[in-house]
């Protein structure tokens, strides 16, 4: 069933034109699920824009990863067009980018939207983009993606530190053997070593969500 290879999508409006959308792990690499999860994400958008939403929060907290590119896909209206990210190998690179509704892979499409949805600089004014220990591999690459952005910035704690490229080869006995085989550059072609650390480091609360309510006292400070 879908609802066990993908988490749930959380999306509102907070206060004063503050999008937020937890975006979850994604472990499945069917087209037509991969097509679904990223329409329904542009869908959340969509709906979040026209209520008002004009500055966001996206929260990776508990996307522990599975396959990056309906995540791209989906969050490509706020991602913007270009190379977000770069898969390095020893004797080459190959660019991770998004393009009118597509996540691409090199020159290679990874996965399509149905209606794509464009957002323009004032519907998308800034971006906080949440992230903790849980955050790691797909879930670090989306967050990698919006890395180098001017009007974005990142709250929480360190990710787990997946930062690598896996590729699946299958045995002769039918098992799976699955190999890091690259390593991650954000948009400027800067090489991640390990964790990504958040530009503000938030400890957990107990009481309250610490890292969201601070993102929202950023957002409407501006």
Same mark, same amino acid.
């Given at each position: 069933?879908?609802?066990?290879?993908?988490?749930m999508i959380?999306?509102? =409006?907070t206060?004063?034109?503050v999008?937020? &959308?937890?975006?979850?792990y &994604?472990s499945?690499?069917?087209?037509?699920?991969?097509?679904?999860?990223?329409?329904?994400?542009?869908?959340? &958008?969509?709906?979040?824009a026209?209520?008002?939403?004009?500055?966001?929060?996206?929260?990776l907290?508990?996307?522990?990863?599975?396959?990056?590119?309906?995540?791209?896909?989906?969050?490509?209206?706020?991602?913007?067009?270009?190379?977000?990210?770069?898969?390095?190998?020893?004797?080459r690179?190959?660019t =991770?980018?998004?393009?009118n509704?597509?996540?691409w892979?090199?020159?290679?499409?990874?996965?399509?939207?149905?209606?794509?949805?464009?957002?323009?600089e004032?519907?998308k004014?800034?971006?906080?983009?949440?992230?903790?220990?849980?955050?790691?591999?797909?879930?670090?690459?989306?967050?990698?993606?919006?890395?180098?952005i001017?009007n974005v910035?990142?709250?929480?704690?360190?990710t787990a530190?997946l930062?690598?490229?896996?590729?699946?080869y299958?045995?002769?006995?039918?098992?799976?053997?699955?190999l890091?085989?690259?390593?991650?550059?954000d948009?400027k072609?800067?090489?991640v070593?390990g964790?990504?650390?958040?530009?503000?480091?938030?400890?957990?609360?107990?009481?309250?969500?610490?890292?969201?309510?601070?993102?929202?006292?950023?957002?409407q400070?501006?």
């Amino acid at each position: 069933a879908l609802r066990e290879l993908v988490g749930m999508i959380k999306a509102e =409006i907070t206060a004063d034109g503050v999008g937020y &959308i937890s975006v979850p792990y &994604i472990s499945t690499t069917d087209d037509a699920s991969c097509r679904l999860l990223a329409d329904s994400l542009q869908k959340q &958008i969509k709906k979040l824009a026209q209520q008002g939403a004009v500055n966001w929060i996206i929260d990776l907290r508990n996307n522990t990863g599975g396959n990056c590119w309906p995540m791209l896909a989906g969050m490509g209206p706020l991602i913007g067009e270009g190379v977000c990210g770069y898969f390095v190998k020893p004797d080459r690179s190959t660019t =991770i980018s998004y393009h009118n509704g597509i996540a691409w892979h090199g020159k290679t499409a990874m996965c399509i939207v149905s209606s794509p949805l464009t957002l323009s600089e004032m519907e998308k004014k800034n971006i906080v983009i949440l992230t903790g220990p849980e955050t790691s591999s797909a879930g670090e690459i989306l967050a990698l993606a919006f890395r180098g952005i001017p009007n974005v910035r990142t709250m929480g704690e360190a990710t787990a530190g997946l930062t690598t490229g896996n590729a699946p080869y299958t045995m002769l006995d039918g098992s799976m053997l699955i190999l890091s085989v690259c390593r991650e550059a954000d948009r400027k072609g800067v090489i991640v070593e390990g964790k990504l650390q958040p530009d503000d480091k938030i400890a957990p609360s107990t009481a309250e969500d610490a890292a969201r309510s601070a993102a929202v006292m950023w957002l409407q400070s501006l």
